[in-house]
């Protein structure tokens, strides 16, 4: 979890003004390669999001899965194992990190039986319902609590050696997120190495996770390495824009060119890494992301508009598979700090903004992920559109055409027989115009776009032809006046004329399959 106070303990031993990155102070950045040997990820490039609970009205576990779902977030990280948050994502396949906070860890780290408890009340009680793949013991331990240090490791171990009493070692990895501050000297990245007090802990650390296929959690918050910076890191790099030939960072031993400071953060923990002769440990990014608002006197740069291109550059740099200058190409799963903004974090005003949504589900600033897919699709304009969930299942789907265009009060004569959206004739294309126009007559409201689980928002336009989508400019939609809502996540209507009423006889298995075939970034 990235922590108060954490922000000024940047460690760094020296500073360029020709090579701006001094990457270091916190958070997060999922990568799957290697510094010298690239481990490839079994899943790819993905992007999954953080879920802090600071909230004084903090969404039910129900409503944070519908809007996960509605997000096609497929990936998230707990700071905790929350009973009733786990029972919420049981059954929708949706990949969870779970964690020992760090107040657990000198018990788990003294006994191996209090570990293996915990691995019995946590995660075995709860797999394979809830798709559990991994576990973050403690956060940044050695910046954060350095006096249980000494711990971290016999705590790694005792939680894997009760996932292996369990057979669930071949599903569930053991790591522990670092903060990059620990990386000194990190520019250039080929000189990085971590802070020599701490080789007792990180190399029997590297060595275990080596042993045991895991990976290293990583968090990387370019913000604060460039607020830190004084002057030296420009904003433009820290942001990923595009940056002339002569601006870009050059690692004069290997003659790498570094355009952001998160790349360089990345390289430079692999070659810390190698430093300590572990060159086969793929980096897992756990937090990483940009406040959108702070002290205008002391945080001017955190903003709506800075917040939206650090991320949606940083989505997308990890969607395309771009990798870094030390191994481009290979995918760098990232999860995004944060889901929710926290009002009740201390600290500056910067802490409790950091989400990506308000505690009511409302996006805290546009996302400008246009043509990106269906993602973290949390534009308010025009640029959304709702489609059919790909792979859903057919009837239901039927189903939820067949409300859309009765109920619902969507005009489908456009879909008749010679009409523009006719073709392509099948369910599925038929359900996304009905659903997007639905969607848009409702103004894009808070769970307009559900449908019982068989409809997505998506960014990319799905007009085609003389078909002309609601919301990308065309005739075909109109805005209407209804109080229906679209069956939703919470929805307990009985209404003859909703489709719940017809959702309600399909059996869970359906639902589940329809789930598990919906998860497109697997």
Not at 167 to 195: G, W
Not at 257 to 262: I, P
Not at 461 to 475: E, L, M, V
Not at 477 to 487: E, K, Y
């Amino acid at each position: 979890m990235r922590l108060i106070g954490r922000k000024g303990s940047s460690s760094s031993s020296s500073s360029s003004s020709s090579l701006p990155c001094k990457g270091r102070s916190m958070a997060v950045l999922l990568l799957f390669l290697l510094a010298i040997s690239v481990v490839n990820a079994d899943e790819g490039a993905y992007i999954g999001v953080n879920i802090g609970t600071s909230l004084s009205a903090m969404p039910s576990p129900t409503q944070v899965v519908a809007l996960l779902l509605s997000q096609q977030i497929r990936h998230v990280r707990l700071y905790d194992t929350d009973p009733a948050m786990l029972a919420a994502l049981a059954r929708t396949g949706i990949r969870v990190t779970v964690s020992v906070p760090n107040e657990q860890l000198l018990a788990i780290g003294q006994s191996n039986a209090t570990a293996a408890a915990w691995v019995s009340r946590n995660v075995a009680a709860h797999f394979p319902a809830v798709n559990i793949s991994a576990i973050a013991v403690g956060s940044e331990i050695p910046s954060s609590l350095p006096n249980a240090v000494s711990l971290l490791v016999p705590a790694l171990r005792f939680v894997h050696s009760a996932l292996v009493a369990a057979n669930l070692d071949k599903y569930i990895k053991v790591s522990t997120p670092l903060s990059s501050s620990i990386i000194l000297d990190s520019f250039p990245p080929s000189q990085a190495f971590f802070n020599r007090s701490l080789d007792s802990v990180m190399t029997p650390m590297l060595k275990f996770l080596q042993s045991t296929d895991s990976y290293l959690m990583l968090n990387v918050y370019p913000y604060y390495d460039y607020m830190q910076s004084n002057g030296i890191i420009p904003l433009d790099y820290a942001l990923f824009r595009p940056l002339p030939p002569n601006k870009e960072a050059v690692d004069a031993n290997t003659l790498l060119h570094y355009t952001n400071v998160f790349d360089a953060i990345v390289d430079a923990a692999y070659f810390a890494m190698a430093y300590l002769n572990v060159t086969n440990v793929p980096i897992v990014v756990l937090e990483s992301g940009w406040p959108h608002k702070g002290d205008p006197s002391s945080e001017p740069d955190a903003t709506p508009d800075n917040a939206d291109t650090y991320n949606s550059n940083l989505i997308r740099h990890v969607l395309n598979s771009t990798g870094t200058p030390k191994h481009p190409g290979v995918p760098v799963p990232t999860y995004i700090y944060e889901l929710y903004d926290e009002d009740q974090r201390p600290g500056a005003l910067s802490e409790r903004n950091w989400g990506l949504f308000d505690g009511s589900g409302l996006p805290a600033y546009t996302l400008h992920l246009t043509g990106s897919g269906v993602l973290l699709a949390n534009d308010t304009t025009n640029q959304t559109y709702c489609i059919a969930r790909d792979g859903a299942d057919e009837k239901m789907l039927q189903a939820a055409l067949d409300w859309a265009c009765g109920p619902g009060k969507v005009d489908c004569s456009v879909l008749m027989q010679g009409q523009a959206c006719y073709d392509p004739d099948s369910v599925e294309a038929h359900a996304s115009y009905a659903f997007n126009a639905y969607y848009h007559g409702m103004g894009m409201g808070s769970g307009t776009c559900y449908f019982n689980g068989v409809a997505a928002i998506t960014t990319t336009n799905p007009s085609h032809d003389s078909c002309i989508f609601a919301g990308s400019g065309g005739k075909n939609g109109t805005l209407f006046n209804s109080t229906s809502l679209a069956p939703s996540a919470n929805s307990t209507s009985t209404d003859s004329g909703s489709p719940r009423t017809i959702f309600d006889t399909i059996s869970l298995v359906q639902v589940i399959g329809v789930l598990v075939l919906s998860m497109v970034f697997l």
